[in-house]
Protein backbone atom coordinates (compact mmCIF):
# COMPACT_ATOMS: atom_id res chain seq x y z
CA UNK A 1 0.00 0.00 0.00
CA UNK A 2 2.76 2.03 0.15
CA UNK A 3 4.16 2.12 -3.17
CA UNK A 4 1.03 2.28 -4.19
CA UNK A 5 0.85 5.75 -2.12
CA UNK A 6 4.33 6.36 -3.54
CA UNK A 7 3.49 5.98 -7.45
CA UNK A 8 0.36 8.18 -7.32
CA UNK A 9 2.15 10.98 -5.04
CA UNK A 10 4.79 11.22 -8.03
CA UNK A 11 2.01 10.92 -11.06
CA UNK A 12 0.29 13.77 -8.95
CA UNK A 13 3.70 15.78 -8.50
CA UNK A 14 5.05 15.00 -11.85
CA UNK A 15 1.75 16.20 -13.52
CA UNK A 16 1.59 19.59 -11.06
CA UNK A 17 5.25 20.77 -11.16
CA UNK A 18 4.48 23.27 -14.24
CA UNK A 19 1.46 24.43 -12.64
CA UNK A 20 1.46 27.15 -10.64
CA UNK A 21 1.81 27.46 -7.23
CA UNK A 22 -1.61 29.17 -5.96
CA UNK A 23 -3.44 26.12 -7.91
CA UNK A 24 -5.80 24.32 -5.10
CA UNK A 25 -4.66 21.14 -6.66
CA UNK A 26 -0.82 22.05 -5.73
CA UNK A 27 -1.34 22.51 -2.13
CA UNK A 28 -2.93 19.08 -1.70
CA UNK A 29 -0.14 17.53 -3.17
CA UNK A 30 2.49 19.37 -0.89
CA UNK A 31 -0.12 18.69 2.08
CA UNK A 32 0.09 14.92 1.56
CA UNK A 33 3.70 14.71 0.62
CA UNK A 34 4.00 15.90 4.29
CA UNK A 35 1.72 13.91 5.63
CA UNK A 36 3.14 10.59 3.68
CA UNK A 37 6.73 11.49 4.96
CA UNK A 38 5.47 11.67 8.69
CA UNK A 39 3.89 8.46 7.98
CA UNK A 40 6.88 6.94 6.53
CA UNK A 41 9.18 8.47 9.05
CA UNK A 42 6.41 7.10 12.11
CA UNK A 43 6.85 3.46 10.36
CA UNK A 44 10.34 3.43 10.63
CA UNK A 45 10.61 4.57 13.75
CA UNK A 46 7.54 2.42 15.41
CA UNK A 47 9.78 -0.51 14.09
CA UNK A 48 12.91 0.76 15.56
CA UNK A 49 11.33 0.91 19.05
CA UNK A 50 9.40 -2.27 18.24
CA UNK A 51 13.18 -3.66 18.49
CA UNK A 52 14.19 -1.66 21.37
CA UNK A 53 11.09 -2.58 23.00
CA UNK A 54 11.74 -6.64 22.52
CA UNK A 55 15.58 -6.03 23.20
CA UNK A 56 14.03 -5.00 26.96
CA UNK A 57 12.11 -8.03 27.26
CA UNK A 58 14.51 -10.82 26.71
CA UNK A 59 17.04 -9.18 29.16
CA UNK A 60 14.30 -8.79 31.60
CA UNK A 61 13.45 -12.42 30.92
CA UNK A 62 17.41 -13.91 30.98
CA UNK A 63 17.90 -11.54 34.29
CA UNK A 64 15.15 -13.19 35.52
CA UNK A 65 15.85 -16.24 34.91
CA UNK A 66 19.43 -15.97 36.09
CA UNK A 67 17.79 -14.41 39.79
CA UNK A 68 15.66 -17.53 40.04
CA UNK A 69 18.42 -19.55 39.52
CA UNK A 70 20.34 -17.68 42.21
CA UNK A 71 17.49 -18.10 44.20
CA UNK A 72 17.39 -21.75 44.11
CA UNK A 73 21.28 -22.22 44.34
CA UNK A 74 21.21 -20.11 47.75
CA UNK A 75 18.08 -21.90 49.12
CA UNK A 76 18.99 -25.71 47.86
CA UNK A 77 22.02 -25.90 49.94
Known amino acids: M ?8 EQMNSSNAAEDE ?10 LN ?11 NTALLK ?3 DEV ?3 T ?4 REQERS ?6 Q
Open 57 to 59: GKQ
Open 61 to 64: EQRR
Open 51 to 53: QKV
Open 22 to 31: DNPMVKVVKI
Open 34 to 44: AHADSLNWIDR
Open 71 to 76: FRLAFD
Open 2 to 9: EQDLKVII
